[in-house]
């Protein structure tokens, strides 16, 4: 195999790599986001951030990384939180 060969194979590698990550990355935000439209239910409800994460933990997900994609949706303003500790949709 010559090394432009090696190069492209390598190229073509890593963007698959990095497709699967965002992949994964969306699919863990949906699946927070379930878990909140879940337990505020149709009032919208605010309710703590630790039962959100307990369920995310329930389906898998690792604790920081269920924290972190939390975070980020807050960062995002897809959820709000209206006092430390606790969210709802925004």
Same mark, same amino acid.
């Given at each position: ?19 699967? /990550?965002? !992949? &994964? *990355? ?5 699946? +927070?986001? %379930?878990? #909140? ?25 690792? /604790?920081? !990384? &269920? *924290? ?5 949706? +807050?960062? %995002?303003? #897809? ?12």
């Amino acid at each position: 195999m010559d090394p432009t060969s090696f190069e492209e194979i390598m190229r073509q590698q890593n963007m698959m790599l990095r497709s699967v /990550a965002q !992949e &994964s *990355e969306t699919d863990n935000k949906i699946k +927070i986001l %379930d878990i #909140v439209n879940n337990l505020v239910g149709a009032k919208n409800k605010k309710i703590q951030k630790e039962a959100v994460l307990i369920e995310a933990q329930g389906e898998g997900m690792l /604790a920081d !990384e &269920s *924290e972190r994609i939390l975070d980020g949706l +807050i960062d %995002d303003r #897809v959820l709000e939180e209206p006092e430390p500790g606790f969210v709802k949709r925004a």
